[in-house]
């Protein structure tokens, strides 16, 4: 059995590899062998993902897709989840979530089995992803309106800094995973600055996922 494994992180700033160890794990515990991997730094709201639509050109009949959670592969409206479902289904592939044992029953090619579980994991898949979705939703309505009461009250959150330079250099040196204490030293700022552009960064990027 083969396997194509999908990784994603909404931002440049998390870490989109953090699960490929478990996920490489799970197919050494299966014997299912990993043709593929997949990573990308992509909003979940989005179908058209450059990595997931790559997997998706180049996966074969009967190959698994393995993700960490639902919401690793989707946090769509409810309308793209089905869309994204029925090309999985016309691709005739496997999805196997690590993290909803149900579905690992696919990896078996019992019809009897699978046919029987078939709809069990259709109906938990639809309500993980709407979850997903729902939470998404809700995050970002918390840090707009988190946003909206510290422009109010006067604080300049998400806006830019006051050194431009400075906002731009740590931006710069944070991209290429440096600690905050060697980013400080890079961008002659204290750590404390490191870490509240770092922040407000994260929260303007999150806010327009």
């Known amino acids: ?3 194509r494994i999908y990784l994603r992180a909404s931002t440049k700033e998390q870490d989109a590899y953090r699960a490929e160890q478990e996920l490489v ?3 050494e515990n299966n014997h299912i062998k990993i043709v593929g991997k997949y990573i990308e730094n992509y909003t979940g709201t989005k179908l058209k993902r450059p990595m997931l639509g790559q997997l998706l050109s180049e996966s074969n009949a009967d190959e ?16 793209e989840w089905h869309q994204l479902k029925a090309i999985i289904n016309e691709k005739e592939l496997r999805l196997i979530v690590a993290d909803l044992p149900t579905t690992h029953t696919l990896i078996s090619d019992d019809d009897l089995t ?10 938990l898949l639809d309500l ?3 979850m997903a979705r729902q939470d998404n939703d809700k995050r970002r309505e918390r840090i707009k309106q988190g946003l909206a009461r510290a ?5 300049n959150i998400g806006g830019r800094s006051k050194n431009k330079a400075t906002r731009e250099k740590v931006a710069r040196y ?3 995973n440096l600690g905050a204490e060697e980013v400080a030293k890079l961008a ?14 994260q929260l303007a990027q999150i806010a327009c996922a």
Do not use: P, W
Request: contains cysteine; proline residues 0%.
């Open 1 to 3: 059995m083969n396997a």
């Open 64 to 79: 698994i897709l393995l993700v960490e959670s639902v919401d690793r592969l989707s946090r769509l409206s409810l309308d």
């Open 114 to 123: 699978s046919n029987i579980l078939k709809i069990v994991n259709n109906m």
């Open 174 to 176: 944070s991209a290429k």
């Open 188 to 201: 002659d700022c204290s750590v404390a600055t490191v870490y509240r552009i770092k922040k407000e960064i």
């Open 128 to 130: 993980m992803a709407t």
């Open 25 to 27: 794990t799970f197919c």
């Open 151 to 155: 422009k109010s009250a006067g604080k």
